[in-house]
């Protein structure tokens, strides 16, 4: 990646957050343990497909609570309400909408609706359906009436893996193939660490298999692709092959339950990243998927800037403590600028921590327009490495 370059910065008009109103959707306590998250994400999906008016997002940490965000008029049509009881579901009463909450739904809701044509691998969003993408990585930062988008362009490299990526031996694999009752047990993949799509979290490959496990709730392959389409919003690719290859996985965090996949939603490595040098075509095919899914809000029409905009280590007429302030802003993105730039240039890159510095990006400018631009408003370069400290703890 180019690291002088800023990440393309576009903004959408938001409606007034007092036209809005939050509450949260609680489904029911009769669902199997083993069915809570699946049901969590997939009556999620229902809602905001259903009703171009909601957005939505699952609890974090939670299995059965569904934040929702709608127009206050929705609300008291009792259309939400409906689909609720009919889904022997309970809906709180409507609460004040935060930006982090709208920030929260929106981001969900955003990639659910871009899904197929953009699909989420770890943090990323991918456009494509072979070994190479183009790929986004998206930042979106919510204030009272605005909502900043961050889009960073890049090529990745995720091919669909083979059974030799996990240090299958040749003679097995043979075997494997000339027999479909021939299972690959733990002690024959050396290499049995794998990433599992769409949020590219490592797992231990506990065998490979023909036969879908009797314990799995899918019992063809048909079951897996309708699945995986209701939950994620991915498209499988379509099997001709008669004999299939699924994988019993194993995540610690989880637990002793093991977890079935085809070898479609497995990677035997993490993403590889590549510069591009058509980043502009990518940018634009994205804002242009995006204003066709997004040209309402909760019913309220949306503008979006159709130009990027870039953040700047300086503001034009600048008051002495402004033009510190700026100054400032130039170190701090520097700093963050060169982080970032190395994300594309390792491998092995821990996502999480990927994902702070990148938002940090389009906040830090957040708080140094929204600080400077109130009139009469004055502030200390103190004052503004304080708030800095806070948002970002450095």
Same mark, same amino acid.
């Given at each position: 990646?180019?690291?002088?370059?800023?990440?393309?910065?576009?903004?959408?008009?938001?409606?007034? $957050?007092?036209?809005?109103?939050?509450?949260?959707?609680?489904?029911?306590? /009769?669902?199997?343990?083993?069915?809570?998250?699946?049901?969590?994400?997939?009556?999620?999906?229902?809602?905001?497909?259903?009703?171009?008016?909601?957005?939505?997002?699952?609890?974090?940490?939670?299995?059965?609570?569904?934040?929702?965000?709608?127009?206050?008029?929705?609300?008291?049509?009792?259309?939400? /309400?409906?689909?609720?009881?009919?889904?022997?579901?309970?809906?709180?009463?409507?609460?004040?909408?935060?930006?982090?909450?709208?920030?929260?739904?929106?981001?969900?809701? $955003?990639?659910a609706r871009l899904a197929p044509g953009w699909n989420k691998a770890g943090h990323l969003l991918v456009q494509g359906h072979c070994a190479f993408f183009s790929n986004l990585v998206i930042d979106l930062n919510v204030s009272?009436?605005?909502?900043?988008?961050?889009?960073?362009?890049?090529?990745?490299? $995720?091919?669909?893996?083979?059974?030799?990526?996990?240090?299958?031996?040749?003679?097995?694999?043979?075997?494997?193939?000339?027999?479909?009752?021939?299972?690959?047990? /733990?002690?024959?993949?050396?290499?049995?660490?794998?990433?599992? $799509?769409?949020?590219?979290?490592?797992?231990?490959?506990?065998?490979?298999?023909?036969?879908?496990?009797?314990?799995?709730?899918f019992h063809s392959y048909k079951d897996f692709q309708m699945h995986w389409k209701s939950l994620y919003g991915y498209i499988l690719p379509e099997d001709l092959e008669e004999t299939k290859i699924y994988l019993s996985v194993y995540f610690k965090p989880i637990g002793e339950r093991f977890f079935t996949y085809p070898l479609s939603c497995i990677r035997s490595q993490p993403v590889q990243y590549f510069p591009r040098t058509d980043a502009e075509s990518v940018v634009n095919s994205f804002l242009a998927d995006m204003t066709s899914n997004f040209s309402q809000l909760c019913g309220f029409p949306v503008k979006m800037t159709r130009k990027a905009l870039y953040a700047t280590k300086e503001l034009s007429r600048a008051s002495v403590h402004v033009s510190s302030i700026c100054n400032s802003v130039g170190f701090f993105f520097s700093r963050i600028s060169r982080t970032f730039s190395n994300l594309f240039h390792n491998k092995n890159c821990n996502n999480n921590n990927d994902n702070s510095n990148i938002i940090s990006i389009v906040t830090i400018t957040r708080v140094c327009n929204d600080r400077t631009s109130r009139k009469g408003f004055k502030l200390t370069e103190d004052r503004f490495r304080l708030d800095i400290r806070k948002k970002f703890l450095l």
């Open positions: 990646m180019n690291s002088t370059r800023h990440q393309p910065l576009f903004f959408v008009s938001l409606p007034e $957050l007092q036209k809005l109103c939050a509450a949260t959707v609680t489904l029911s306590s /009769q669902i199997p343990e083993s069915e809570a998250r699946s049901t969590q994400i997939k009556t999620c999906r229902q809602l905001l497909f259903l009703y171009q008016e909601i957005l939505s997002a699952p609890v974090m940490g939670t299995l059965n609570q569904i934040s929702v965000v709608m127009a206050k008029s929705f609300y008291e049509s009792g259309i939400c /309400q409906a689909y609720v009881e009919r889904h022997r579901a309970t809906l709180e009463a409507p609460q004040t909408v935060t930006p982090d909450l709208l920030q929260t739904c929106l981001s969900y809701t $955003l990639t009272e009436r605005q909502l900043c988008i961050g889009v960073e362009p890049c090529s990745i490299r $995720l091919p669909p893996p083979k059974l030799g990526d996990f240090d299958v031996s040749a003679n097995t694999i043979k075997l494997f193939d000339s027999n479909e009752n021939t299972v690959i047990q /733990q002690h024959s993949i050396l290499s049995n660490w794998c990433y599992v $799509l769409p949020s590219m979290k490592m797992g231990q490959i506990i065998n490979i298999s023909h036969i879908i496990p009797p314990e799995s709730p």
